[in-house]
Structures are given as structure tokens and as C-alpha cells.
């Protein structure tokens, strides 16, 4: 393949020729160095949502259905992310039993960041699990995971507000903590990003479709 001129800072890079040979037809829209910055942040709870190496980006859903059957075949499966962050972004949700879609749902925001995608994912994928359904509930922002699971607790026992200031989000930390809370049928749990699992694949893809869609 020619080269590629990067969509956000227009320089020029030839993609990865083991990459184009894993994913035929793939073309990727942002050079390496704008695909991390976009899609990366720290670990801490002002940072972005998650760090990626360098991997593919923006698979379809078709293509992500492609990849071999790997990773957890059963669960809900959440990403969101934007470009440039802040900017516009979007989510992705799929509901998988036994390999098998059984719900999805995306959608996307003018103006955002990683972090408001990842978690708006997870309070709109949730919907999708029936109420009483056991389900194991797959993100790759360690940040979002950390954030329900670890701080959320103490900053409802402090009226919503954290000890060095107000709680980034909170309009949407706030209901998808209660809406966790009350369902314990559900275990939220970090996967790692872009290590061929079918479905956390599936879900960036759709998290991503808002841009192929305008």
C-alpha cells in the first residue's frame, strides 16, 4: 500500500504492512503518533480514558466480526472515545450470549471527551441486559472501572464531591454508580484494548461508526 496522509495533522506514514496483511482492505484515517494521542491519557481520574499502543484503528463492525473467535464470548462489551479529545466522539454497546449478538446501541456527541464516551457506554449498555441477568460487564478504560468500583463510594458519602474539588462527570458518574449499585447481578471488569477479542473489537467499531454514518 501507498502512503497514507494522516486526517489530523496531515503528514504522511505507510501503515504497518503486517496489519494491512491481518485486516484486508483496512486503511487507516490518523498516523500512529495522532491515533494514541486521540485515543490515550493517563491513569489517574483527570486523565483520558484509556492508552492504546499501536493498532489497528477504526475496523468496521464487518471487520471486526472477521477477527478470529477470541476473548470472552459472553457479556456486555463498551467503548466510546473521540478525536481529538476533547471533540467529537462516540459510544458502542454490544450484548453477546454464547458468541451470539443479542442487543447493540451506539451513538456519539459534537463536543466531548474519551471519558464522557466510556462512561455514557456503560450507562446506555447496561439497558440492554435484561433486569436479574447475570452478566459480566467488559470495558477497556481501566479509569471507568476504577471509578464505580473504588471512588464513587466515597464521594456519595460526601455529597458527590471529591477532597480536592468536584467530581469530573458527575451528571453521569453519579447514575451509572446507582444504576451499578442496584443491580448486583452485574460485574463490571477491565479487558485489555486491541488484543484481537472479537467483541471489545465490535464495540470500538461501533463506538467509531458515528463517523462513517455523516
Known amino acids: 500500500m501507498t502512503d497514507v496522509t494522516c486526517a489530523e495533522c496531515g503528514a504522511s506514514f ?35 480514558g484509556r492508552k492504546r499502543a499501536s493498532s489497528p484503528a477504526q475496523l468496521t463492525t464487518d471487520q471486526a466480526l472477521a477477527l478470529p473467535a477470541s476473548g470472552p464470548a459472553t457479556g456486555l462489551f463498551t467503548d466510546g472515545g473521540c478525536v481529538p479529545n476533547p471533540g467529537p466522539g462516540g459510544w458502542g454497546a454490544v ?3 454464547d458468541g451470539d449478538i443479542v442487543d447493540e446501541t451506539h451513538g456519539h456527541d459534537t463536543s466531548t471527551t474519551n471519558n464522557r464516551m466510556e462512561l455514557t457506554a456503560l450507562l446506555r449498555g447496561i439497558e440492554l441486559v435484561p433486569a436479574g441477568t447475570p452478566c459480566t460487564v467488559f470495558t477497556d478504560s481501566n479509569l471507568a472501572v476504577r471509578t464505580i468500583t473504588e471512588w464513587a463510594q466515597g464521594w456519595e458519602r460526601r455529597g458527590w464531591k471529591r477532597k480536592t474539588g468536584p467530581v469530573e462527570n458527575v451528571d453521569l458518574v453519579r447514575p451509572l454508580y446507582e444504576a451499578v449499585r442496584a443491580r448486583p447481578e452485574l460485574e463490571l471488569q477491565w479487558i485489555r484494548a486491541h488484543v484481537g477479542y472479537r467483541w471489545n473489537e465490535y464495540a470500538d467499531a461501533l463506538a467509531d461508526r458515528w463517523q462513517h454514518e455523516r
Open 14 to 48: 505507510t501503515p504497518r504492512a503486517e496489519l494491512l496483511e491481518r485486516y484486508p482492505g483496512w486503511k487507516p484515517r490518523t498516523c500512529p503518533p495522532c491515533y494514541r494521542a486521540a485515543k490515550g491519557g493517563s491513569s489517574g481520574p483527570r486523565g483520558g
Open 95 to 97: 450484548y453477546v450470549v
